[in-house]
């Protein structure tokens, strides 16, 4: 039969512009978020993580904040390049115990940098 | 340090048959967690050895199944294979004791 792929959300910014890529996670109870970056070819890069203790981390040229009212994620990436063009993830991992080796991972969103 | 090693790279299997793929972690890392990853449903978790123990399993089925020995290698085996198995397969390393998971570059299977 005919499958249905996941149509990704898509971020096309201009090269220096910020970017901000959202996501909605599921489980309240999830103790860690992380967002990755993933180029065509390649496996998932880590890019920062973040606490459910906190509401904002802050990397090089990326920030994440986390709402867990409304649990919301979300990457702001300064002065974006095209180099960080590609597919982004947000997971969440460690609802209870020994569940940190399980990442549930959102849909992604396709963000293309124009020089 | 040496990343993540999955092999092969690339894989070309029949209907039926069976596969094994390989991940290395990264020294010191005690934990292997394999996702598939397809357009059609994204990123879904497989499984996570801890320590050569099954601690966490996704919502597959029976003919997907692993281990993990001693060095924390890990295989992953998928037994009469469908065309439905077509994706990347993808392993993570992590401590397990929730810091970041590093991923392999994926094995690219391919089921005719």
């Known amino acids: ?115 | 340090k040496a990343g993540v090693t999955q092999t092969p790279r690339y894989l070309i299997k029949t209907r039926g048959q069976q596969v094994t793929l390989s991940c290395s972690p990264i020294s010191g890392h005690r934990s292997v967690s394999w996702y598939q990853q397809t357009p059609g449903q994204g990123l879904q978790f497989l499984f996570e050895y801890f320590s050569e123990t099954q601690r966490n399993k996704g919502n597959f089925p029976g003919r997907f199944s692993g281990r993990q020995f001693s060095n924390s290698r890990s295989e992953m085996n998928v037994s009469t294979l469908e065309l439905g198995d077509s994706a990347l397969y993808l392993c993570a390393s992590s401590s397990g004791t929730g810091k970041e998971a590093f991923f392999g570059q994926g094995t690219r299977l391919t089921v005719v």
């Open chain 1, 1 to 115: 039969g005919e499958s249905v792929g996941l149509h990704l959300p898509t971020l096309s910014v201009q090269e220096g512009d910020n970017s901000i890529i959202n996501c909605a996670y599921s489980n309240s109870a999830s103790d860690y978020f992380i967002w990755y970056k993933q180029e065509s070819g390649k496996g998932p890069q880590f890019i920062i993580d973040i606490r459910s203790n906190m509401d904002k981390r802050q990397g090089q040229r990326v920030t994440v904040l986390l709402n867990k009212t409304v649990k919301h994620l979300s990457l702001q990436i300064a002065a974006t390049q095209p180099g960080d063009s590609a597919v982004y993830f947000c997971a969440e991992s460690g609802a209870g115990g020994t569940s940190y080796g399980k990442l549930t991972f959102g849909q992604g969103t396709i963000l293309t940098v124009h020089p």
